[in-house]
């Protein structure tokens, strides 16, 4: 079994910043991409930054420039930093991994969620 928590969500005021962390633990061998989605009430959930094994990056247009997501593979955790929040950042915020387990099973794992709300 692989876990995923997430922790550093929270209440900012617009323009604020939060880091978020996702560590995983169990049975994990290796990890390919590291991803964050986020999804707001009455919203699908989308992508938000995902990252590679080789630490290749890409971001939803709407988080450019602001948002930066990062790993490390010893620590079996993403990170992401976001900066100038805005209103319409608030969601719940889900990681993602694509992870080979020790019996070098693949699979795809989430978190459980951890909200950000942005709000003056």
């Known amino acids: 079994q692989v876990q995923l928590v997430e922790s550093g969500g929270g209440l900012v005021q617009p323009g604020g910043s939060l880091n978020l962390s996702c560590v995983g633990s169990g049975k994990i061998f290796s990890i390919n991409g590291m991803a964050w989605y986020r999804q707001a009430p009455g919203n699908q959930r989308e992508l938000v930054a995902h990252i590679t094994s080789g630490h290749s990056t890409n971001y939803a247009d709407s988080v450019k420039g602001r948002f930066t997501i990062s790993r490390d593979d010893a620590k079996k955790t993403v990170y992401l930093q976001m900066d100038s929040l805005k209103p319409e950042d608030t969601a719940v915020y889900y990681c993602?991994?694509?992870?080979?387990?020790?019996?070098?099973?693949?699979?795809?794992?989430w978190g459980q969620g951890t909200q950000v709300t942005v709000s003056s």
């Open positions: 993602n991994f694509a992870v080979y387990d020790i019996g070098w099973q693949y699979g795809v794992y």
